[in-house]
């Protein structure tokens, strides 16, 4: 089935930014929609951003627009989050997330298939 690997995370100060990745094994996630979501200890997760089956099709939360941007890059089989103007209300743990199923739909749905481990973002001056 297919896996999933985060990377990028780190400690940074307020306005700086990081680019988080998640890449895929066994299978091309061209062919999969891919969320990214965040979560801290003791909140409820939330979705953050969204790219389709096709890259035309990206979402953003109102809180995170103007400042992250999502992508991929299909010869590495790699979703990015860059995050820029990070700040104390970005919670700490990103968690992308896969399906075959395009659910960058407007919906905002948590029911993807794959997840990958979870990435530390720590924002402090």
């Known amino acids: 089935q297919l896996k999933l690997v985060q990377s990028g995370g780190g400690l940074v100060q307020p306005g700086e930014s990081l680019t988080l990745s998640c890449t895929g094994f066994?299978?091309?996630?061209?062919?999969?929609?891919i969320g990214w979501f965040r979560q801290a200890p003791g909140k409820e997760r939330e979705a953050v951003s969204c790219i389709g089956t096709t890259d035309d099709i990206t979402d953003y939360k109102d809180f995170v627009k103007g400042r992250f941007t999502i992508s991929r890059d299909n010869a590495q089989n790699t979703v990015y989050l860059q995050m820029n103007g990070l700040n104390d209300d970005d919670l700490p743990v990103y968690y992308c997330?896969?399906?075959?199923?395009?659910?960058?739909?407007?919906?905002?749905?948590?029911?993807?298939?794959?997840w990958g481990q979870g990435t530390q973002v720590t924002v402090s001056s």
């Open positions: 997330a896969s399906d075959v199923l395009d659910w960058c739909d407007g919906g905002w749905s948590e029911e993807y298939d794959y």
């Open positions: 066994i299978f091309n996630l061209d062919h999969f929609s």
